[in-house]
């Protein structure tokens, strides 16, 4: 009886000194890893003081810039952006006009349903949709998260006369033309 309890005890110590020993060696290399990691360079940014360079082609918020010989979008509402939409973000309402020409009366996106994918700009006949760098979309409501025209206009600026630039890179163009 109290050879076994020995031999409990004696792992019992066992068992402590070896989580003694662990419990050291991981404060140990904690501070090891932290002290290399001082003289790395910092991959991270102070945000939202700080933010980083979006690169040109980046896939953001969905605008619609102005041409500025017209002061108006280029919506000819053919509806092919709101066909080839795959998650059913863009609403277009039209109606016939006296010239038999679609006028455009609506234009909305359901941004909270965006996966970026850029098929609606593919697929503009007009070029009117830009792809702009704007990734801080969170809101409070779901509301918020429909954007209308006017909003959209506003987002994405307005065209540059020089039709090359704005094909090279329709958002960065779109602001400076602003
Ligand atoms: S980027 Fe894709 S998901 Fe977003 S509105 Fe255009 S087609 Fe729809
Ligand atoms: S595809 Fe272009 S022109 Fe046609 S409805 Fe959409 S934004 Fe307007």
Redesign the pocket.
């Known amino acids: 009886m109290s050879m076994s309890m020995s031999m409990s005890k004696r792992k019992n110590l066992v068992e402590y000194i070896g989580e003694a020993w662990y419990t050291i060696y991981s404060i140990v290399k904690g501070h090891i890893v932290t002290f290399v990691n001082l003289f790395r360079k910092k991959v991270t940014l102070q945000y939202p003081e700080v933010r980083w360079d979006i690169p040109l082609g980046y896939r953001g918020l969905i605008t619609?810039p102005v041409d500025c010989k017209t002061g108006q979008d280029?919506?000819?509402?053919?509806?092919?952006?709101?066909k080839v939409c795959p998650t059913g973000v863009?609403d277009?309402q039209t109606h016939q006009g006296d010239d038999k020409k679609r006028v455009?009366d609506a234009?909305n996106a359901d941004i909270g349903k965006c996966i970026f994918c850029q098929l609606?700009v593919e697929?503009?006949?007009?070029k009117?949709?830009v792809m702009s760098d704007q990734y801080e979309l969170a809101s409070f409501t779901k509301d918020e998260m429909i954007y209308d025209r006017k909003k959209l206009n506003e987002l994405g600026g307005s065209f540059p006369e020089e039709p090359e630039k704005a094909e090279e890179e329709p958002y960065a163009a779109a602001k400076e033309g602003e």
């Not at 280029?74 to 709101?82: E, L, P, T, W």
């Not at 697929?123 to 007009?126: D, F, L, N, Q, V």
């Open positions: 619609l280029r919506c000819i509402g053919c509806m092919a952006c709101v863009i277009v455009v234009w609606c697929a503009c006949p007009t009117a949709i």
